[in-house]
């Protein structure tokens, strides 16, 4: 591996994937995630196998964003997690663990295999495009997440549509409440060139310490898409046969929704554009209250 520190570049020993995994992890758990993971509302039967998918997506992340590690040694690893999934090699123990659970729930690898498709794009091109680029990176970043979910509650195929808006409104909120750092940490920009170079700007602004008005209206652009994907995503809780999953969704939207008005008005560069606990849980209560007077699921 080699390692760049203060602009001097050494050769670190190769190390084992499953050893170098862990060495690149970030710390980060589903608790310090921005929206909830497999929260107190998801059913006990499904919660175990939605947490084996979030530490193999979270390793596969820890590996794509850390900061000096060479892009070689990142492919190599989420090749190695791509393998153990696809059963060619046992080396990667959350992605063995992801394929143990996968085998017994007797689903399809399809998504956690596209999710390494979105980690090697964040190693190997760091700008996007345009807002279609945006939108496909979405689709094997963010919307297996929610396609998996629904796999694991056996919930129908056409509610897919729902999901795929939510999480896509869910990245990109992600994206634009680190943009700053994204591009400071790791040189990587999401907000889509074309929107960049239209309102006259340089990715550099990103290192700034406030938006200027131009980058305050592209963000605000941005955020007005949000809100049509999270129009699109509304129904969703509702499409759902699994009470407490319904619950769980329609939290995430109402969160999704406040966090998008947010980005409108204020400057993620300047400030964390996240929720406290107290509003968060307001926000949740609000929204299981509003989806509380539905024909619940027995199951």
Request: charged letters at 25%; a positive charge; hydrophobic letters at 45%.
């Amino acid at each position: 591996m080699t390692v760049t520190t203060a602009g001097r570049t050494s050769q670190a020993p190769t190390l084992a994937a499953p050893t170098l995994a862990a060495a690149l992890a970030s710390g980060k758990t589903a608790q310090t995630e921005n929206f909830p993971v497999a929260s107190w509302l998801i059913r006990p039967k499904y919660r175990a196998a939605i947490m084996t998918f979030y530490r193999f997506a979270r390793t596969g992340d820890d590996i794509a964003d850390h900061e000096t590690a060479a892009a070689d040694e990142k492919l190599r690893l989420l090749e190695a997690m791509r393998a153990t999934v696809a059963g060619e090699a046992d080396s990667e123990p959350t992605a063995l663990a992801l394929r143990q659970t996968l085998a017994a729930a007797r689903l399809d690898p399809r998504h956690p295999l596209d999710l390494l498709d979105a980690f090697r794009r964040d190693v190997t091109t760091p700008r996007t495009a345009d807002w279609d680029a945006l939108i496909g990176y979405c689709r094997v970043s963010a919307m297996p997440v929610g396609r998996f979910v629904l796999d694991v509650h056996g919930e129908e195929r056409s509610t897919w549509a729902s999901s795929d808006a939510l999480c896509a409104a869910l990245q990109i909120i992600n994206h634009l409440q680190d943009c700053g750092k994204d591009f400071r940490e790791m040189g990587r920009v999401y907000i889509p060139d074309t929107m960049l170079t239209a309102a006259g700007l340089d990715i550099d602004i990103l290192a700034a310490p406030r938006s200027p008005p131009a980058l305050r209206a592209v963000i605000t652009a941005m955020a007005t898409e949000c809100e049509a994907l999270l129009r699109r995503s509304r129904p969703f809780a509702r499409q759902l046969r699994d009470g407490r999953l319904a619950m769980e969704v329609a939290v995430i939207q109402r969160l999704a929704e406040d966090l998008t008005a947010r980005l409108k008005t204020g400057d993620p560069l300047a400030e964390r554009i996240a929720h406290s606990k107290p509003r968060a849980a307001g926000i949740a209560l609000g929204a299981m209250i509003g989806l509380g007077l539905r024909p619940r699921s027995g199951r």
